[in-house]
């Protein structure tokens, strides 16, 4: 039995390095985003950037060509009540940690929006990273108050 | 420049805080309502055009919002859970209105904002105006907002996002800060339902 949990995790980590090795030592957990108002021009995307590897890498530029004309890699801050949003200029993801990008911190800012972001359905796009290159990314659209404070069931995004 | 940009917004704020716990001090001391220290006349366009006055309004407590609708998060975000507060406040909140005052008027006119709106009806108002109008309502709620230029001649907006709670005298009861845990925003609507 332990020989078989061994050979599991063995071939789990195996099937882990293989899938890893397309996007270098990044990879993207779930990703999300919200579903827009009737008419909003802008929409946000989320996910948590995982760096495996034993050297920094930065999040430099995204695109999701389908939904948006336009994406950019955005930090909101909260400051005395005022909410400021902030392009940032590549967004450093340190060896061996994650970043998440979340509500209320850095977002993938979906700008000039060909159509609403639908609850259910996805964005297609593709995360750019300065050494691990061009990630694909499929956001899932969840409800319009994801993530909102008032709204439970996104707490741990 | 950025400098004093952020000492402006310091002193917004500040002024904001300042206004909120004078309020607050007030309420205590007086054992009554307090100055109406936040808030103001006003008159703008709602999404259907048509004049909103403040004068109008007396009789009616009201929340009222900053925002714009190229805002990805606080602004819809906060709109849903309004939405959903009015939905726990069921026929108490029948005719409460959120007044949604744009602090983007360039872009976001009546058409633009009765289209975005309508994804929270029915107790949510657009309000627009000209740049004055909203500069001077703005002003009378301690209202921060700036714009901010981004890439290819594009823009976004600073802007503070509090609720207002305002009595039936137009005066100002409370502030409903961002994600605030909706058991004491629900509280503080009912008190506001309640008392006017």
């Known amino acids: ?157 | 420049m950025r400098t004093l940009t952020r000492l402006a917004l310091i002193l917004w704020s500040a002024a904001a805080l300042a206004a909120v716990a004078f309020a607050g001090l007030f309420w205590f001391t007086s054992g009554g309502p307090p100055t109406p220290a936040i808030g103001g006349p006003f008159r703008l366009k709602s999404q259907t055009g048509e004049m909103i006055d403040s004068a109008a309004l007396k009789g009616r407590p009201y929340a009222i919002f900053f925002g714009f609708t190229h805002c990805p998060e606080v602004c819809p975000t906060t709109m849903v859970d309004m939405a959903a507060l009015m939905a726990k406040l069921g026929p108490a909140a029948k005719d409460f209105k959120i007044y949604f005052v744009s602090v983007d008027p360039e872009r976001d006119t009546p058409e633009v904002l009765r289209n975005y709106l309508s994804s929270f009806e029915p107790h949510v108002v657009g309000l627009t105006g000209t740049p004055d109008e909203i500069a001077k309502v703005a002003k009378e709620f301690r209202v921060y907002y700036r714009k901010t230029p981004l890439d290819g001649g594009d823009y976004t907006m600073d802007h503070s996002a509090f609720v207002y709670l305002m009595g039936k005298d137009g005066g100002f009861r409370n502030v409903i800060g961002y994600q605030e845990k909706p058991d004491r925003a629900l509280e503080k609507l009912k008190s506001l339902l309640e008392k006017g």
Request: charged residues 20%.
């Open chain 1, 1 to 157: 039995m332990k020989t078989v949990l061994k050979t599991a995790c063995a071939a789990l980590l195996l099937a882990g390095a293989i899938g890893s090795a397309h996007a270098g030592d990044i990879s993207l957990e779930h990703p999300w985003s919200r579903a827009t108002p009737a008419g909003a021009p802008v929409g946000a995307g989320y996910v948590t950037l995982k760096n495996a590897g034993a050297a920094p890498d930065k999040l430099i530029s995204a695109t999701a060509p389908d939904v948006a004309g336009k994406v950019e890699v955005h930090q909101m801050t909260m400051d005395g009540g005022v909410m400021k949003m902030r392009p940032i200029n590549g967004l450093e993801i340190p060896a061996g940690k994650s970043v998440e990008l979340k509500p209320g911190g850095y977002h993938i800012m979906f700008m000039q929006l060909k159509k609403p972001l639908v609850a259910g359905e996805t964005v297609k796009g593709t995360l750019s990273f300065e050494k691990a290159g061009a990630v694909p990314v499929e956001f899932k659209i969840e409800a319009i108050g994801a993530g909102a404070g008032g709204m439970p069931g996104h707490k741990g995004h």
